[in-house]
Protein backbone atom coordinates (compact mmCIF):
# COMPACT_ATOMS: atom_id res chain seq x y z
CA UNK A 1 0.00 0.00 0.00
CA UNK A 2 0.85 3.51 -0.82
CA UNK A 3 2.24 5.21 2.10
CA UNK A 4 0.43 8.40 0.41
CA UNK A 5 -2.79 6.17 0.72
CA UNK A 6 -2.79 5.55 3.93
CA UNK A 7 -1.94 8.88 5.03
CA UNK A 8 -5.29 10.51 3.26
CA UNK A 9 -7.31 7.60 5.32
CA UNK A 10 -5.75 8.67 8.55
CA UNK A 11 -6.22 12.34 7.56
CA UNK A 12 -4.68 13.67 10.89
CA UNK A 13 -2.22 17.13 10.42
CA UNK A 14 -0.31 16.05 13.62
CA UNK A 15 2.03 12.45 13.88
CA UNK A 16 4.88 11.92 16.94
CA UNK A 17 6.84 8.41 17.33
CA UNK A 18 9.65 6.60 17.37
CA UNK A 19 11.33 5.59 13.95
CA UNK A 20 10.92 2.06 12.88
CA UNK A 21 12.63 -0.50 10.01
CA UNK A 22 9.06 -1.10 9.01
CA UNK A 23 7.40 2.16 9.03
CA UNK A 24 10.27 3.50 7.11
CA UNK A 25 8.04 4.42 4.24
CA UNK A 26 6.09 6.50 6.87
CA UNK A 27 8.70 8.38 8.79
CA UNK A 28 10.47 8.72 5.44
CA UNK A 29 6.94 10.42 4.04
CA UNK A 30 6.98 12.47 7.56
CA UNK A 31 9.95 13.61 7.25
CA UNK A 32 9.47 14.94 3.26
CA UNK A 33 6.40 16.10 4.29
CA UNK A 34 7.13 18.11 7.23
CA UNK A 35 10.64 17.55 8.48
CA UNK A 36 10.93 17.91 12.10
CA UNK A 37 7.93 20.52 12.77
CA UNK A 38 6.34 20.93 16.02
CA UNK A 39 2.83 21.30 14.91
CA UNK A 40 2.74 19.05 12.26
CA UNK A 41 5.56 16.02 13.38
CA UNK A 42 7.91 15.42 16.18
CA UNK A 43 10.34 12.52 16.44
CA UNK A 44 10.58 12.12 20.65
CA UNK A 45 12.06 10.43 22.93
CA UNK A 46 9.83 7.22 23.74
CA UNK A 47 6.67 6.18 22.93
CA UNK A 48 5.32 7.03 26.12
CA UNK A 49 6.65 10.44 25.52
CA UNK A 50 4.72 10.52 21.93
CA UNK A 51 1.60 9.72 23.76
CA UNK A 52 1.56 12.19 26.55
CA UNK A 53 2.99 14.80 23.80
CA UNK A 54 -0.08 13.43 21.26
CA UNK A 55 -2.73 13.69 24.24
CA UNK A 56 -1.43 18.03 24.46
CA UNK A 57 -2.14 17.98 21.04
CA UNK A 58 -5.74 16.47 21.61
CA UNK A 59 -6.47 18.56 24.05
CA UNK A 60 -5.30 21.65 22.69
CA UNK A 61 -6.73 21.07 19.23
CA UNK A 62 -9.94 18.37 19.38
CA UNK A 63 -8.38 16.42 16.99
CA UNK A 64 -7.34 13.39 16.88
CA UNK A 65 -3.19 12.80 16.74
CA UNK A 66 -1.06 9.98 15.34
CA UNK A 67 1.56 7.99 17.12
CA UNK A 68 3.65 5.69 15.39
CA UNK A 69 6.42 2.66 16.87
CA UNK A 70 7.78 -0.58 16.51
CA UNK A 71 5.73 -2.74 18.75
CA UNK A 72 8.65 -3.09 21.28
CA UNK A 73 6.94 0.54 22.20
CA UNK A 74 3.97 -1.00 23.44
CA UNK A 75 5.15 -1.25 27.03
CA UNK A 76 6.35 2.23 27.05
CA UNK A 77 2.54 3.35 26.41
CA UNK A 78 0.59 0.96 28.82
CA UNK A 79 1.09 4.04 31.78
CA UNK A 80 -0.11 6.85 30.09
CA UNK A 81 -2.59 4.40 27.54
CA UNK A 82 -4.32 2.58 31.28
CA UNK A 83 -4.07 6.03 33.57
CA UNK A 84 -4.81 8.72 31.14
CA UNK A 85 -6.18 7.67 27.69
CA UNK A 86 -8.44 5.38 28.65
CA UNK A 87 -12.10 6.29 28.62
CA UNK A 88 -12.23 5.77 32.56
CA UNK A 89 -10.02 8.58 33.20
CA UNK A 90 -9.87 11.65 30.20
CA UNK A 91 -11.16 9.52 26.97
CA UNK A 92 -8.26 10.63 24.64
CA UNK A 93 -8.89 9.72 21.50
CA UNK A 94 -5.58 8.91 19.46
CA UNK A 95 -4.47 6.47 15.99
CA UNK A 96 -1.39 4.26 16.78
CA UNK A 97 0.57 2.64 13.81
CA UNK A 98 2.90 -0.26 15.03
CA UNK A 99 5.21 -1.83 12.97
CA UNK A 100 4.96 -5.41 13.86
CA UNK A 101 8.22 -7.03 14.75
CA UNK A 102 8.49 -10.78 15.49
CA UNK A 103 5.07 -11.35 13.60
CA UNK A 104 4.56 -15.13 14.28
CA UNK A 105 6.01 -17.37 11.06
CA UNK A 106 7.97 -14.55 9.89
CA UNK A 107 11.81 -14.48 11.07
CA UNK A 108 12.95 -12.53 12.73
CA UNK A 109 15.70 -11.40 16.07
CA UNK A 110 15.37 -12.97 19.14
CA UNK A 111 14.59 -9.62 20.70
CA UNK A 112 11.49 -9.58 18.73
CA UNK A 113 10.13 -12.72 18.81
CA UNK A 114 7.82 -12.88 22.37
CA UNK A 115 7.16 -9.25 21.85
CA UNK A 116 5.99 -10.10 18.41
CA UNK A 117 3.46 -12.98 19.75
CA UNK A 118 1.83 -10.56 22.03
CA UNK A 119 1.61 -7.79 20.00
CA UNK A 120 -2.38 -7.65 19.16
CA UNK A 121 -2.89 -9.49 22.63
CA UNK A 122 -1.17 -6.62 24.52
CA UNK A 123 -3.69 -4.05 22.62
CA UNK A 124 -6.71 -6.18 23.40
CA UNK A 125 -4.83 -5.55 27.13
CA UNK A 126 -5.56 -1.92 26.46
CA UNK A 127 -9.14 -2.04 24.87
CA UNK A 128 -7.44 -0.79 22.14
CA UNK A 129 -9.24 -2.21 18.86
CA UNK A 130 -6.44 -3.03 15.79
CA UNK A 131 -6.56 -3.47 12.42
CA UNK A 132 -3.73 -5.54 10.79
CA UNK A 133 -2.00 -4.41 7.09
CA UNK A 134 -0.31 -6.42 5.12
CA UNK A 135 0.92 -6.64 1.30
CA UNK A 136 -2.02 -7.63 0.34
CA UNK A 137 -4.32 -5.54 2.34
CA UNK A 138 -6.40 -2.85 -0.19
CA UNK A 139 -6.96 0.82 0.13
CA UNK A 140 -10.91 0.20 0.34
CA UNK A 141 -10.05 -2.33 3.56
CA UNK A 142 -8.30 0.06 5.32
CA UNK A 143 -10.66 2.78 4.76
CA UNK A 144 -13.54 0.55 5.80
CA UNK A 145 -11.25 -0.11 9.23
CA UNK A 146 -11.47 3.84 9.66
CA UNK A 147 -14.69 3.80 9.40
CA UNK A 148 -14.84 1.86 11.91
CA UNK A 149 -12.58 2.92 14.50
CA UNK A 150 -14.13 6.49 13.62
CA UNK A 151 -17.39 6.15 16.39
CA UNK A 152 -14.49 4.43 18.62
CA UNK A 153 -12.35 7.96 18.75
CA UNK A 154 -15.61 9.80 18.90
CA UNK A 155 -16.29 8.08 22.06
CA UNK A 156 -12.32 9.00 23.51
CA UNK A 157 -10.95 6.04 22.59
CA UNK A 158 -7.79 4.46 20.59
CA UNK A 159 -7.45 2.46 17.86
CA UNK A 160 -3.88 0.89 15.69
CA UNK A 161 -3.17 -0.50 12.72
CA UNK A 162 -0.60 -2.55 12.79
CA UNK A 163 1.94 -2.69 10.03
CA UNK A 164 3.60 -6.13 8.61
CA UNK A 165 6.62 -6.27 6.56
CA UNK A 166 6.54 -4.44 3.90
CA UNK A 167 3.10 -3.31 4.14
CA UNK A 168 3.74 0.16 3.45
CA UNK A 169 5.85 1.41 0.55
CA UNK A 170 7.12 5.20 -0.77
CA UNK A 171 9.15 5.80 -3.52
CA UNK A 172 11.12 9.27 -2.55
CA UNK A 173 14.59 8.26 -1.14
CA UNK A 174 15.74 10.87 1.83
CA UNK A 175 19.44 10.50 2.36
CA UNK A 176 20.15 11.56 6.05
CA UNK A 177 23.34 12.59 6.91
CA UNK A 178 25.11 15.05 9.66
CA UNK A 179 28.90 15.93 8.23
CA UNK A 180 30.87 13.97 11.01
CA UNK A 181 33.92 11.98 10.87
CA UNK A 182 34.46 9.15 12.77
CA UNK A 183 32.66 5.58 11.93
CA UNK A 184 30.95 4.05 14.85
CA UNK A 185 32.74 0.53 13.87
CA UNK A 186 35.72 2.01 14.11
CA UNK A 187 35.00 4.11 17.58
CA UNK A 188 33.81 0.50 18.96
CA UNK A 189 37.23 -1.04 17.59
CA UNK A 190 39.42 1.80 19.36
CA UNK A 191 37.01 0.76 22.81
CA UNK A 192 37.44 -2.93 22.44
CA UNK A 193 41.46 -2.15 22.40
CA UNK A 194 41.88 0.10 25.48
CA UNK A 195 39.06 -2.00 27.46
CA UNK A 196 41.41 -4.90 26.74
CA UNK A 197 39.36 -7.93 28.90
CA UNK A 198 37.26 -5.33 30.89
CA UNK A 199 33.76 -6.19 30.30
CA UNK A 200 31.51 -4.06 27.82
CA UNK A 201 27.63 -3.88 27.94
CA UNK A 202 26.76 -2.67 24.23
CA UNK A 203 23.05 -0.90 23.14
CA UNK A 204 20.64 -2.64 20.88
CA UNK A 205 21.09 -2.09 17.43
CA UNK A 206 23.90 -2.17 15.48
CA UNK A 207 26.00 -0.97 18.09
CA UNK A 208 26.08 -4.36 19.30
CA UNK A 209 26.18 -6.58 15.84
CA UNK A 210 29.44 -4.38 14.82
CA UNK A 211 30.94 -5.14 18.96
CA UNK A 212 30.28 -8.70 17.81
CA UNK A 213 31.82 -8.67 14.30
CA UNK A 214 34.80 -7.01 15.68
CA UNK A 215 35.06 -9.55 18.00
CA UNK A 216 35.17 -12.60 15.50
CA UNK A 217 37.53 -10.42 13.20
CA UNK A 218 40.22 -10.50 16.14
CA UNK A 219 39.56 -14.11 16.78
CA UNK A 220 38.77 -12.78 20.70
CA UNK A 221 36.14 -14.49 22.88
CA UNK A 222 32.70 -12.92 22.92
CA UNK A 223 32.21 -13.62 26.78
CA UNK A 224 33.51 -10.50 27.54
CA UNK A 225 30.78 -8.79 26.05
CA UNK A 226 26.64 -8.72 26.90
CA UNK A 227 24.89 -7.43 23.90
CA UNK A 228 22.03 -5.66 24.40
CA UNK A 229 19.97 -6.96 21.46
CA UNK A 230 16.57 -5.61 22.07
CA UNK A 231 15.30 -2.79 26.24
CA UNK A 232 16.68 0.20 23.84
CA UNK A 233 17.22 2.78 26.68
CA UNK A 234 18.80 0.08 29.32
CA UNK A 235 22.17 -0.48 28.37
CA UNK A 236 23.26 1.74 30.89
CA UNK A 237 21.28 0.70 33.94
CA UNK A 238 22.46 -2.63 33.30
CA UNK A 239 26.24 -1.47 33.01
CA UNK A 240 25.57 0.15 36.24
CA UNK A 241 23.93 -3.26 37.81
CA UNK A 242 27.42 -5.03 37.05
CA UNK A 243 29.28 -2.45 37.84
CA UNK A 244 28.66 -1.89 41.23
CA UNK A 245 28.21 -5.58 42.16
CA UNK A 246 31.98 -6.27 40.52
CA UNK A 247 33.63 -3.60 41.70
CA UNK A 248 37.38 -4.77 40.61
CA UNK A 249 36.42 -4.50 37.21
CA UNK A 250 36.18 -1.52 35.09
CA UNK A 251 32.75 -1.62 33.12
CA UNK A 252 32.26 -0.09 30.14
CA UNK A 253 28.97 0.91 28.70
CA UNK A 254 28.70 1.30 24.77
CA UNK A 255 25.44 3.28 24.32
CA UNK A 256 23.86 5.20 21.37
CA UNK A 257 22.04 8.77 21.50
CA UNK A 258 18.50 7.25 20.69
CA UNK A 259 18.99 4.72 23.72
CA UNK A 260 20.25 7.44 26.13
CA UNK A 261 17.50 9.85 25.14
CA UNK A 262 14.89 7.26 25.40
CA UNK A 263 15.31 6.51 29.51
CA UNK A 264 17.57 9.55 30.44
CA UNK A 265 16.48 9.44 33.68
CA UNK A 266 19.13 6.36 34.35
CA UNK A 267 21.78 9.04 33.77
CA UNK A 268 20.39 10.54 36.70
CA UNK A 269 20.35 7.63 38.82
CA UNK A 270 24.25 7.25 37.71
CA UNK A 271 25.47 10.37 38.68
CA UNK A 272 23.53 9.83 41.88
CA UNK A 273 25.57 6.42 42.90
CA UNK A 274 28.91 7.21 41.45
CA UNK A 275 30.08 3.62 40.56
CA UNK A 276 33.72 4.96 40.22
CA UNK A 277 34.60 2.17 37.74
CA UNK A 278 32.14 2.51 34.84
CA UNK A 279 32.44 4.57 31.74
CA UNK A 280 29.80 5.30 29.82
CA UNK A 281 30.69 5.87 25.83
CA UNK A 282 27.34 7.50 23.90
CA UNK A 283 28.53 7.36 20.19
CA UNK A 284 26.58 10.05 19.24
CA UNK A 285 25.24 10.08 15.40
CA UNK A 286 22.03 12.10 16.04
CA UNK A 287 20.15 9.49 14.28
CA UNK A 288 18.19 6.28 15.05
CA UNK A 289 19.95 4.96 12.22
CA UNK A 290 19.47 1.07 12.86
CA UNK A 291 15.75 2.04 11.70
CA UNK A 292 16.49 3.90 8.74
CA UNK A 293 18.42 7.54 9.69
CA UNK A 294 16.00 9.64 11.11
CA UNK A 295 17.18 12.36 13.53
CA UNK A 296 17.11 12.51 17.22
CA UNK A 297 17.43 15.32 18.97
CA UNK A 298 20.79 14.47 20.70
CA UNK A 299 22.62 17.10 17.94
CA UNK A 300 20.88 19.89 19.28
CA UNK A 301 21.56 19.32 23.16
CA UNK A 302 24.69 18.94 25.38
CA UNK A 303 25.07 15.92 26.24
CA UNK A 304 28.28 16.65 28.13
CA UNK A 305 26.73 19.13 30.76
CA UNK A 306 23.62 16.20 30.95
CA UNK A 307 26.41 14.39 32.44
CA UNK A 308 27.77 16.83 34.87
CA UNK A 309 24.77 18.21 35.84
CA UNK A 310 24.05 14.46 36.87
CA UNK A 311 26.84 13.82 38.88
CA UNK A 312 29.21 11.93 36.71
CA UNK A 313 32.78 13.05 37.83
CA UNK A 314 34.48 13.13 34.19
CA UNK A 315 32.54 14.11 30.99
CA UNK A 316 33.64 15.14 27.64
CA UNK A 317 33.00 15.47 24.25
CA UNK A 318 35.69 14.04 21.30
CA UNK A 319 35.22 14.14 17.46
CA UNK A 320 38.30 12.76 16.39
CA UNK A 321 39.85 9.32 16.81
CA UNK A 322 42.99 11.10 18.43
CA UNK A 323 40.89 12.86 20.93
CA UNK A 324 38.95 9.40 21.31
CA UNK A 325 41.93 7.24 22.26
CA UNK A 326 43.44 9.47 24.91
CA UNK A 327 40.25 9.79 26.79
CA UNK A 328 39.50 5.93 26.67
CA UNK A 329 43.19 5.71 27.81
CA UNK A 330 42.29 8.84 30.76
CA UNK A 331 39.10 6.62 31.71
CA UNK A 332 40.61 3.03 31.89
CA UNK A 333 43.22 4.58 34.00
CA UNK A 334 41.39 7.28 36.54
CA UNK A 335 38.86 6.11 39.22
CA UNK A 336 35.36 7.71 39.24
CA UNK A 337 31.93 7.80 37.17
CA UNK A 338 33.41 8.66 33.39
CA UNK A 339 31.16 9.99 30.21
CA UNK A 340 32.66 10.55 26.28
CA UNK A 341 30.37 11.32 23.97
CA UNK A 342 31.92 10.05 20.80
CA UNK A 343 30.26 12.59 17.74
CA UNK A 344 30.34 10.09 14.63
CA UNK A 345 28.91 10.00 11.80
CA UNK A 346 25.66 8.20 9.55
CA UNK A 347 26.49 4.88 8.24
CA UNK A 348 27.48 1.35 8.26
CA UNK A 349 28.97 -1.54 6.22
CA UNK A 350 26.74 -2.78 3.71
CA UNK A 351 27.54 -6.79 4.88
CA UNK A 352 27.48 -5.87 8.60
CA UNK A 353 26.49 -9.31 9.83
CA UNK A 354 24.61 -10.53 13.42
CA UNK A 355 25.46 -12.58 16.26
CA UNK A 356 25.39 -16.15 15.25
CA UNK A 357 25.33 -17.09 18.84
CA UNK A 358 22.27 -17.04 21.12
CA UNK A 359 20.84 -14.56 23.49
CA UNK A 360 21.05 -17.17 26.01
CA UNK A 361 24.42 -18.13 24.94
CA UNK A 362 25.55 -14.81 25.08
CA UNK A 363 24.50 -13.85 29.04
CA UNK A 364 26.11 -17.87 30.25
CA UNK A 365 29.19 -17.15 28.64
CA UNK A 366 28.97 -13.50 30.18
CA UNK A 367 28.11 -14.47 33.43
CA UNK A 368 30.96 -17.48 33.72
CA UNK A 369 32.89 -14.56 32.90
CA UNK A 370 32.49 -12.53 35.47
CA UNK A 371 32.19 -14.98 38.05
CA UNK A 372 36.01 -16.18 37.03
CA UNK A 373 37.12 -12.51 37.58
CA UNK A 374 35.75 -12.88 40.96
CA UNK A 375 37.59 -16.35 41.77
CA UNK A 376 40.57 -15.16 40.55
Not at 66 to 86: C, T
Not at 122 to 129: P, R, V
Not at 236 to 247: E, F, Q, R, T, Y
Request: charged share 20%; aromatic share 6%; with cysteine.
Amino acid sequence: MKTEAFVNILNADFYTGVPDSQLKPLCNYLMNTYGIDPQHHVIAANEGNCTALAAGYHLATGKVPVVYMQNSGEGNIINPVASLLNEKVYAIPMLFVIGWRGEPGVHDEPQHIYQGEVTLKLLEDMDIASFVIGKETTEEEVQAAMERFRPLLKAGKQAAFVIRKGALSYDKKLNYDNGNSMLREEIIRHITEVSGEDPIISTTGKASRELFEIREAKGQSHKYDFLTVGSMGHSSSIAMGVAVNKPENKVWCIDGDGAVLMHMGAMAVMGANRPENLVHVVINNSAHETVGGMPTVAGKIDLVAIARACGYVSAVSVDNYEKLEAELKRAKEQKGLAFIEAVCAIGARENLGRPTTTAIENKKGFMEYLNCNVNE
